[in-house]
């Protein structure tokens, strides 16, 4: 009897910790909105939620700083193969420390961008934006697909892949095809 209650307390223990991480971080689902968010890009500019309706649009997000290069790949990948009018954004959610002065960190990441995305390029590197966003610290990129209303339409967290890419231009492009029809 002993033995079968000291077995039950580790799976006990188990289960409470994986249901407290599915709490902790609710990563954006297809079917739900983007949870609230403020959050300024490189050019200065504060941006939150609200500013993510109106068209379709496709979020990068990255919160390790080894990333980037993921990122740009996906980017790359995507952005001549869905329609112009699609907004392409990089979130970058980093909790990076404490003494590393947020002014050298946004110089480098200004130096990476072309300034004529700097406003694409939304950035936190406290922590708070991942927070918001429900992601946890990853060295693979998530890549969310918003409809118009700013709802989640298609959600990876992958490396880029053809399959992966496929599936975000047919998020993008089967809708495009049905509002088309008449």
Known sequence: MALEVSMKVPSLVMAFALSIAAVAWAVPQPGRALPAVSVTDLAGTRHTERDLTGQWTVAFAMTDKDVGANVTAWWRQIEGRVPPSTRLLTFVALDLFALVPTA???SQAREATPR???????????????????????????????????????????????????????????????????
């Not at 118009?148 to 599936?167: F, I, N, Q």
């Open 104 to 106: 050298t960190v946004v």
């Open 116 to 182: 004529s995305r700097w406003h694409t390029v939304w950035f936190s590197r406290d922590g708070s934006f991942a927070g918001q966003l429900g992601l946890p610290e990853s060295e693979i990129p998530w890549v969310f697909v918003l409809d118009p209303s700013g709802r989640v339409v298609e959600s990876l967290h992958a490396d880029v892949d053809a399959a992966g890419v496929a599936r975000v231009v047919a998020a993008i492009t089967a809708a495009h095809s049905a509002n088309a029809a008449p």
